[in-house]
């Protein structure tokens, strides 16, 4: 999954792809490079991010959507129901909720139009996040087992809204109210979280702070080398998707490592 963010204030790369050409080209990049998604939004997720108005973010997103849905499977990340729907009406086939169901009217909009929602584990809204992972250590006891138990209940609010339990792909919302203890714990154990989401699971570790603790002076754009390998790492633990900005290192890297680990296909490269 490629990341677009029509946004001023993405952490990563807020203000590139504002402009309706420099988004298109993305798109466009993201698919060359091997995407076999895009994921477009248009509200920063950034801590302490203020809410978007849904008449903006759909200004920003509507005509990447609908450029983007004529030449790849498109998702749209908000947790609007009224951004969503036009999303969907305009080709969009998944929706990334970022809230953990914090409104199942959104549920319901991708329930009527039959398409795919990813459930993020989140305590709370971005505004209210301090910080990049501005919680204390005691906040989870067993990380794995509460996001668990949380993204749960948020899926059974899904399919109590209609969305069949097959079109519901788990994230555990590496860096959403969480130390980066927490998240390297949760990433490391995706093995687990694939065993008991019982579903398709989505990571999404790229260029996020978390990575941090192996680089403190990197910034976001300079954490690909561990963003690669996060993506690669949950590959291999069973993730079904990786969300990642730099499409071609982890492509390059995903195809690699399954040369390198297929018995045989080595000797016929």
């Known amino acids: 999954m490629g ?29 060359a490079e091997g995407a076999d998604l895009v ?67 959104l549920a319901g909009v991708a329930a009527a139009n039959g398409a795919a929602l990813v459930i993020m584990h989140a305590r709370r809204t971005q505004a209210e996040m301090r910080g990049f992972g501005g919680v204390p250590e005691s906040t989870y006891d067993d990380v794995v087992r509460d996001v668990m138990t949380e993204w749960e209940r948020a899926r059974n609010r899904a399919i109590g809204a209609g969305v069949p339990a097959e079109a519901i792909v788990m994230d555990p919302g590496l860096g959403f109210f969480k130390t980066a ?19 398709h699971v989505l990571v999404g570790a790229s260029n996020k ?21 996060a993506a690669v790492h949950a590959a291999r633990s069973g993730a079904s998707i990786v969300r990642v900005h730099d499409v071609r290192a982890t492509r390059q890297a995903l195809d690699l490592d399954i040369v390198l680990h297929t018995r045989g296909h080595g000797d016929r490269t």
């Open 3 to 31: 990341v677009c963010n029509v946004t001023p204030d993405s952490f990563s790369d807020g203000g590139s792809y504002l402009d309706p050409a420099a988004a298109r080209a993305r798109v466009d990049a993201l698919l």
């Open 39 to 105: 994921d477009i939004g248009g509200e920063s997720t950034r801590p302490g991010a203020a809410p978007v108005p849904a008449a903006e973010q759909l200004a920003r997103v509507l005509p990447v959507v609908e450029y983007a849905a004529s030449r790849a499977v498109v998702s749209i990340d908000t947790t609007s129901p009224e951004v969503a729907l036009a999303c969907l009406d305009r080709g969009a086939t998944c929706v990334n909720d970022v809230s953990c169901m914090a409104d199942a009217a």
């Open 181 to 199: 203890r927490h998240s390297m714990q949760l990433l490391r154990r995706t093995d687990e979280l694939v065993r008991a989401a019982g579903t």
């Open 209 to 229: 702070s978390f990575l941090g603790v192996i680089d403190p002076d990197a910034t976001p754009a300079q954490r690909t080398g561990a963003s690669v390998m």
